[in-house]
């Protein structure tokens, strides 16, 4: 057979493919349609009152996830059950019955009492295509591709109700989409941010080669979010990695201190931010706000980035150093590796910004081991953090009084 396709446009509606198939041999012939744009936005839902026989020449695009009804006697064609098809509401009525009397002599033949009832059925179906009696036509597709013809138009059709609406979940799976809230507004930018790893392009610290930096907005179970920057450098091998917070800094600080029982503390996770300070009291040990940046790893990492720090400094290395400094050192460094083995200790850390996190294994219930204070920061500590001269009511300047 041949198939023709022919893309015409429907006025006052849209562009739509038409595809014609015809068998020489049989004789036979089906015509399909397709909507030759996307899905809309919303569904459209067609409802006309035929009270004549010119309504029954109304043509209508029926796509294949639309649903005819007719409500005086009660009869439906579900959505899917049909392929898309450019007609007329009496031709929708002669291919529901053509449907119907397909089976009917295997009905007759295996249960009389069902085909006695779809004969009577055709029966009122054809008695429609006479509009002895007005009825109701209604057209309801989710994809709001389908339509029905306004012989009015541009004017209004009084006969003829056009209702727009939102899909629900289930239509906008049916048709395949994500759901009505993906169609319904714009995706947050937040959410975005964290499904999505950001990448820009920079230069390496150490070597001033051309790297990449990778960027990642993270939300910490019983904290806040966070952006974790992380820079690889594949000229020299140099990694390195920082941690932002992603709020304001807090109206209170915050000092959070846990004792360390057991080896299992090492693996909890710390959010360190610029402005946290670090204290070993045991070790007489104190890592002031800066040092380090910014961090977001476990408590046995932050503790080898202190052994690290502590080994490069230049000033304890080197022909510059004496041997009584380098034996403290040693001595605060096996002191330090106990801490993260079998000895006790207090692990302190004080942020006057609030941006600061130690895990509690034990949330949301109270950790034993771990307390967390809040305290009213002082004036020093809001000078450091900039907070005396930031103005953020007031500031506009006052208007020049007129002379």
């Not at 509401?89 to 249960?111: H, Y």
Request: net charge negative; proline share 6%; charged share 30%.
């Amino acid at each position: 057979g041949v198939t023709r396709l022919l893309l015409t446009r429907i006025p006052f509606f849209k562009e739509i493919i038409v595809s014609s198939f015809s068998c020489p041999s049989c004789s036979w012939a089906n015509t399909e349609i397709q909507a030759a744009g996307r899905i809309q936005e919303q569904g459209v839902c067609y409802t006309l009152a035929v009270t004549s026989r010119q309504d029954m020449n109304r043509e209508v695009v029926k796509t294949d996830c639309a649903s005819a009804r007719i409500p005086e006697l009660d009869f439906e064609i579900p959505a899917f059950s049909q392929k898309g098809v450019l007609t007329t509401i009496e031709g929708i009525i002669d291919r529901a019955v053509a449907g119907l009397e397909q089976d009917q002599p295997t009905r007759r033949a295996t249960d009389k009492e069902v085909a006695r009832k779809i004969d009577e059925f055709i029966g009122k179906l054809r008695q429609l295509k006479e509009v002895n009696s007005p009825f109701t036509f209604i057209l309801d597709d989710p994809s709001g591709n389908s339509f029905v013809q306004n012989p009015r138009a541009p004017r209004r059709d009084p006969a003829l109700l056009v209702t727009r609406y939102r899909r629900s979940p289930q239509q906008s799976a049916l048709l395949g989409l994500q759901g009505e809230e993906v169609d319904a507004r714009l995706p947050d930018a937040a959410e975005d941010l964290r499904d999505e790893v950001l990448q820009f392009n920079t230069n390496c610290p150490e070597c001033n080669a051309p790297a990449s930096t990778n960027m990642k907005l993270v939300e910490i179970p019983h904290f806040k979010e966070v952006i974790i920057m992380a820079t690889n450098c594949d000229s020299c091998g140099h990694r390195t990695n920082e941690v932002k917070s992603g709020g304001a800094i807090e109206p209170q600080g915050t000092r959070i201190t846990l004792r360390i029982t057991d080896p299992s503390d090492m693996t909890r996770d710390i959010l360190k931010s610029e402005t946290c300070s670090v204290e070993i009291p045991e070790l007489e040990f104190e890592l002031g706000m800066g040092a380090l940046g910014g961090k977001f790893t476990t408590l046995e990492g932050l503790l080898k980035d202190i052994r690290d720090l502590v080994e490069k400094n230049p000033f304890t290395l080197g022909d510059s150093s004496t041997p009584s400094r380098t034996g403290k050192l040693q001595e605060f460094i096996g002191k330090l590796q106990d801490v993260k083995g079998k000895a006790q200790a207090h692990f302190i850390m004080d942020d006057p910004a609030g941006n600061s996190y130690l895990q509690n294994v034990y949330a949301p219930e109270e950790d034993p081991e771990l307390s967390v204070q809040r305290y009213e920061r002082s004036f020093e500590q809001n000078e450091e953090l900039g907070l005396n001269d930031m103005r953020t009511e007031g500031y506009e300047p006052e208007p020049a009084s007129g002379r």
